[in-house]
């Protein structure tokens, strides 16, 4: 069969599986996870085995750490995995919620409805736990899916798939509710994100250049973030011992996500005071450090080891053990400096003082923005989303980490016995 015909019929497939899956009660949907989560508790052996394949022929093309890092699965992995599905049961069920029910004048009641998008399209690269996620995700929201894993996680993608295949059948739903596209021919993303017809909503996940890729070719409307470009700034007024955790926190607890640090701004008033021994420890961790001016001549004069940041810096997103640093007059400039270079993704303070605290939740223009708390938080799980789709720094439809209620839209129900408008 031809990609594009292959590719038709998942589309054609899912739509009818989207039409199904509206009948499920919240009841069927949770014993559907669960069973899932049996089915690949029960494969964890045969998961690890199919991921050091991946790994293997990973290394053997060349792949960079913090790709072979979100591709490799451990045994922790699998069990995040798990409790993602667990979670997910466990969370209330959007689909069907009716809200703002008001009358009217006329005596007709109108409110709003949840319901889910339909079919949701998942393109993503190297990590295969993101199959686990959206086909929850899209299961217990009432959608239809199609994953397209990146050809580097092919077996790792396969197995789970066996897996989610076992417990959608165990539990009695259409088998087409999730389905994972099986050819590496690229042609297949071109088809996927053009299909109207089948498909709602597109969601990339994965490097800038797909993610720019999709946003410029798709037909079908899509919720994504080109990079994470993330901010920690420690304020004038910043508790040192808190300064020093959350910096080494967003920056080295994974370096390959897209909510680690890549920027660290210091209010000039404590730069003395905090940056020698946070670079320290960063550089003890063997992170590389670019520095401002005024940074590069503290940090030198301390005798340690860091360079020059040039402009190209405050704009990239390293995905590695490299952090630029700069030092900032006020909180003004460590706002503009955000604004201006942040993906909008995710932005942190260090602050005992509540004023300005409020003022950068306030003002930052970002899809998370946190106070005393390392960025790696944001993340659907660490918000009680139970897993997430993808994180969006769109501003329409869903922002920040994107869980069930992002996958579902709202239409209005209106109530009458008889109305008609005069």
Not at 305 to 329: F, Q
Not at 339 to 346: D, K
Not at 381 to 386: A, C, N, P, R, T
């Amino acid at each position: 069969m031809q990609v594009q015909d292959y590719m038709q019929t998942l589309g054609r497939q899912a739509r009818q599986a989207a039409r199904t899956l509206a009948r499920l009660t919240t009841e069927d949907k949770n014993r559907a996870l669960h069973a899932i989560a049996q089915a690949l508790e029960a494969a964890s052996p045969q998961l690890l085995q199919a991921n050091a394949k991946d790994l293997e022929q990973g290394r053997a093309r060349g792949l960079e750490e913090a790709l072979l890092d979100r591709l490799a699965l451990t045994p922790a992995r699998i069990e995040a995995m798990l409790e993602g599905l667990r979670q997910v049961a466990s969370l209330p069920d959007p689909v069907g919620e009716i809200t703002e029910m008001r009358y009217r004048p006329s005596g007709i009641q109108v409110g709003k409805m949840r319901v889910p998008l339909g079919v949701i399209g998942i393109i993503y690269e190297s990590r295969p736990n993101v199959t686990v996620e959206a086909a929850s995700l899209c299961l217990k929201s009432g959608n239809a899916a199609i994953l397209r894993g990146g050809s580097e996680a092919l077996h790792s993608n396969r197995a789970i798939a066996a897996c989610i295949q076992q417990g959608l059948a165990q539990a009695g739903v259409n088998a087409h509710a999730v389905q994972v596209v099986e050819t590496t021919d690229r042609e297949a993303v071109g088809a996927l994100i053009r299909m109207d017809t089948y498909v709602d909503v597109i969601v990339p996940r994965g490097g800038k250049g797909l993610i720019e890729r999709i946003t410029q070719e798709a037909r079908v409307p899509v919720i994504k973030h080109l990079d994470g470009i993330c901010h920690v700034y420690l304020d004038r007024d910043a508790d040192a011992q808190k300064a020093l955790a959350i910096s080494l926190n967003a920056k080295t607890q994974r370096y390959g996500t897209c909510n680690t640090m890549e920027t660290l701004l210091v209010h000039q008033q404590v730069a003395a005071n905090l940056l020698p021994s946070i670079a320290q420890d960063l550089l003890a961790k063997g992170v590389e450090l670019r520095a401002c001016e005024v940074s590069l001549a503290l940090l030198q004069g301390a005798h340690l080891p860091v360079i020059a940041a040039t402009e190209e810096d405050w704009s990239t997103e390293y995905l590695g053990p490299i952090l630029s640093i700069k030092v900032v007059d006020s909180l003004d400039d460590a706002i503009d400096h955000i604004n201006t270079y942040s993906s909008q993704h995710t932005e942190a303070i260090v602050t005992e003082n509540y004023t300005r605290a409020r003022r950068f939740l306030t003002e930052v223009d970002s899809s998370s923005v946190m106070v005393n708390a390392s960025t790696r938080f944001a993340d659907g799980f660490e918000y009680g989303l139970g897993a997430e789709i993808g994180i969006s720094t769109d501003k329409i439809h869903a922002r920040g980490p994107v869980g069930l209620e992002g996958l579902t839209s709202q239409k209005y129900i209106v109530l009458g016995d008889g109305h008609i408008r005069q």
